[in-house]
């Protein structure tokens, strides 16, 4: 990765990380790829496209309490590893990761959030991973009925 790009990338993360510690979700909607791609933890297929993951993001920014990053990865690598690849590497940035811990229905729960983003510096790829499995789908089923509540699409 070019010195160049690795600064437009830690400033584009370091966006990101505001964003979210500060709730702010247009600024976070407006830093994402038209086509980007959020891999949630507990479902296989991920929510495709700038509306529909500004829809879960919504949903997400309700369900979290104490909402803080806690740590992050600093996104060496070429992407090559296969996990990279599924997260979206390649792009030239690399992936990067945000620890997070935060509570859902008063219960802990952890995860990080592995970012990376297309050429043009937007948010082109989201990859959560969280534990405990109790959390994960106490925030899956929150999800479901955030979105039944509301309308929504995702699912």
Same mark, same amino acid.
């Given at each position: 990765?070019?010195?160049?790009?690795?600064?437009?990338?830690?400033?584009?993360?370091?966006?990101?990380?505001?964003?979210?510690?500060?709730?702010?979700?247009?600024?976070?909607? @407006?830093?994402?790829?038209?086509?980007? &791609? /959020?891999?949630?933890?507990?479902?296989?297929? *991920? !929510?495709? $496209?700038?509306?529909?993951?500004?829809?879960?993001?919504?949903?997400?920014?309700?369900?979290?309490?104490?909402?803080?990053?806690?740590?992050?990865?600093?996104?060496?690598?070429?992407?090559?590893?296969?996990?990279?690849?599924?997260?979206?590497?390649?792009? @030239?940035?690399?992936?990067?990761?945000? &620890? /997070?811990?935060?509570?859902?229905?008063?219960? *802990? !729960?952890? $995860?990080?959030?592995?970012?990376?983003?297309?050429?043009?510096?937007?948010?082109?790829?989201?990859?959560?991973?969280?534990?405990?499995?109790?959390?994960?789908?106490?925030?899956?089923?929150?999800?479901?009925?955030?979105?039944?509540?509301?309308?929504?699409?995702?699912?």
């Amino acid at each position: 990765m070019s010195r160049r790009t690795e600064r437009t990338a830690d400033a584009s993360i370091e966006a990101v990380r505001r964003a979210v510690e500060e709730r702010d979700l247009p600024r976070l909607v @407006g830093m994402l790829a038209p086509d980007v &791609v /959020f891999h949630r933890p507990a479902t296989i297929r *991920p !929510v495709v $496209g700038r509306e529909h993951v500004a829809e879960l993001l919504t949903a997400l920014l309700e369900i979290f309490q104490n909402f803080r990053y806690v740590a992050s990865l600093d996104g060496s690598g070429d992407g090559a590893e296969p996990f990279a690849t599924v997260a979206g590497a390649g792009t @030239g940035a690399g992936v990067h990761g945000l &620890v /997070f811990r935060a509570e859902v229905e008063g219960e *802990p !729960v952890e $995860g990080i959030d592995l970012i990376s983003f297309n050429a043009e510096g937007q948010l082109s790829n989201f990859v959560v991973m969280m534990r405990p499995l109790a959390a994960v789908l106490a925030i899956a089923d929150a999800v479901g009925t955030w979105m039944t509540e509301t309308a929504g699409s995702v699912r």
